[in-house]
């Protein structure tokens, strides 16, 4: 392994939404929760058309769920844990470097 979480980042945001539908699939992508109604949800499946891939697009700021098991390896390895704002903070450098 050897690499930083850094390194596993991308410098520019993909479109997953865009990739999806040069495969064919149907694809939606979100900018904002407020999206994320059940309204939506009924269009999703409605049509009948699937799979359907939903591209959530989300702020460098947000750290998901990721980072428990992060501190999980880190400890594996004897290193402290990161605190989320730290892990905001990495994610948030690396996106500006990319």
């Given at each position: 392994m050897?690499?930083?979480?850094e ?6 945001r993909l479109?997953?939404?865009k ?7 149907r ?17 999703l499946?409605g ?14 700021e947000?750290v998901?769920?990721?980072?428990s098991r ?7 390895l ?5 605190s989320p704002?730290?892990?905001a903070?990495i ?8």
């Amino acid at each position: 392994m050897g690499r930083s979480l850094e390194s596993t980042r991308f410098g520019r945001r993909l479109d997953f939404a865009k990739m999806a539908d040069s495969f064919g699939l149907r694809a939606v992508a979100i900018e904002d929760v407020r999206e994320l109604s059940p309204k939506f949800f009924a269009g999703l499946t409605g049509s009948g058309e699937l799979p359907v891939l939903v591209d959530c697009r989300i702020s460098n700021e947000v750290v998901g769920p990721g980072l428990s098991r992060y501190n999980q390896v880190r400890s594996l390895l004897g290193k402290t844990p990161i605190s989320p704002a730290d892990m905001a903070t990495i994610l948030g450098e690396a996106s500006v470097r990319g």
